[in-house]
């Protein structure tokens, strides 16, 4: 049975959520406050965390920066009634697998966290990908070109993380967005392709090769 964190403020909204997902087979823990809530996603036995980020206490945007420093292993929905692209943005770019605005419909809601579930979180046979002289730190989340030490956001990292544990492989940009952003966009975006550039300037134009009309591929 999963165990998921829910942290809101609003109790009517904590209990409709909680409700839902008890009747639907999970065991929910309701948590009204940031400090709080950070403490029980760092260390209770949670499967998933559903976060708000307007909270007293400490903001889900910080909450959501511990949590991935500290357990990226962690899903969590970012669930709020901010819904202007800057938040979605900072929401998915500090390591959120998912973003619902307010007002939400539960089955909704219940659908994006069986999803998140699902997904396998198999971990990597090892610690380090190399590719060239690009070193992925798996364990502690760092990136580095040679001995030097190149900051990542979170998505640049998972990006790397899947082009370098695919070495060989070329990889479409419809596999890319499932395996990194985890949902559909626009099948018009040019997400993964601005991604991909920030990958080059930051540790170097020759780690990803473009295959033209196929996708991108790290050898």
Request: aromatic share 6%; no cysteine; net charge negative.
């Amino acid at each position: 049975m999963n165990r998921i964190l829910v942290v809101e403020d609003e109790e009517r909204i904590a209990s409709f959520v909680a409700k839902g997902l008890k009747a639907e087979g999970f065991t929910p823990t309701v948590v009204a406050d940031g400090v709080s809530g950070l403490d029980y996603a760092l260390t209770g036995p949670f499967d998933l965390m559903v976060l708000d980020i307007g909270l007293p206490g400490l903001d889900g945007f910080t909450i959501l920066e511990r949590v991935q420093a500290e357990r990226p292993e962690l899903p969590v929905i970012v669930l709020t009634a901010r819904d202007s692209v800057t938040d979605t943005v900072q929401a998915l770019e500090g390591g959120a697998a998912d973003y619902m605005s307010k007002p939400f419909r539960f089955a909704e809601l219940l659908a994006r966290v069986r999803l998140r579930l699902r997904a396998p979180a198999a971990p990597p046979p090892d610690d380090e990908l190399v590719a060239g002289d690009v070193r992925l730190d798996l364990r502690r989340r760092r990136a580095y070109v040679g001995e030097r030490e190149v900051e990542l956001s979170a998505r640049e990292l998972s990006l790397a993380e899947v082009l370098m544990s695919h070495r060989g492989q070329v990889l479409s940009r419809e596999q890319l967005l499932s395996h990194v952003w985890g949902y559909d966009f626009d099948p018009g975006s040019n997400v993964v392709d601005v991604y991909v550039g920030y990958l080059r300037r930051k540790l170097g134009a020759s780690l990803v090769t473009t295959v033209r009309g196929l996708g991108y591929r790290v050898d």
